[in-house]
């Protein structure tokens, strides 16, 4: 089974920008990996997505401000996240989905936006 394990979380300020991380055990070329947060009292939810062919897709909030990318070599995951805002504060996860099945979840990151 794959491992992922997330990283590049911490503290910013409104208006700063962040990198998360998410670096896989295992190989997964074949799976389509999104990241997702939950807020404290929030369902978990997805981000961003990126297929094995590169296409794209994110939630609306952060559309302009977050973009997802792959690198196939390094088995790696990245989340560029800019003009963060407190609504923005939640553990991020990433995962990978294969049809129907999905990798096991890491620990995630913390990503906090206050002044």
């Known amino acids: 089974q794959v491992q992922l394990v997330e990283s590049g979380g911490g503290l910013v300020q409104p208006g700063g920008s962040l990198r998360l991380s998410c670096a896989a055990s295992?190989?997964?070329?074949?799976?389509?990996m999104g990241w997702y947060r939950q807020a404290p009292g929030k369902q978990r939810e997805l981000v961003a997505a990126?297929?094995?062919?590169?296409?794209?897709n994110y939630l609306d909030s952060v559309k302009g401000r977050f973009t997802i990318s792959r690198d196939y070599a390094k088995k790696m995951v990245y989340l560029q996240m800019n003009s963060l805002t407190p609504e923005d504060t939640a553990v991020y996860y990433c995962?990978?989905?294969?049809?129907?099945?999905?990798?096991?979840w890491g620990q995630g990151t913390q990503v906090t936006v206050s002044s």
């Open positions: 990126v297929s094995p062919t590169g296409f794209t």
């Open positions: 995962n990978g989905a294969l049809g129907a099945t999905m990798l096991a």
């Open positions: 295992g190989n997964i070329f074949l799976y389509t």
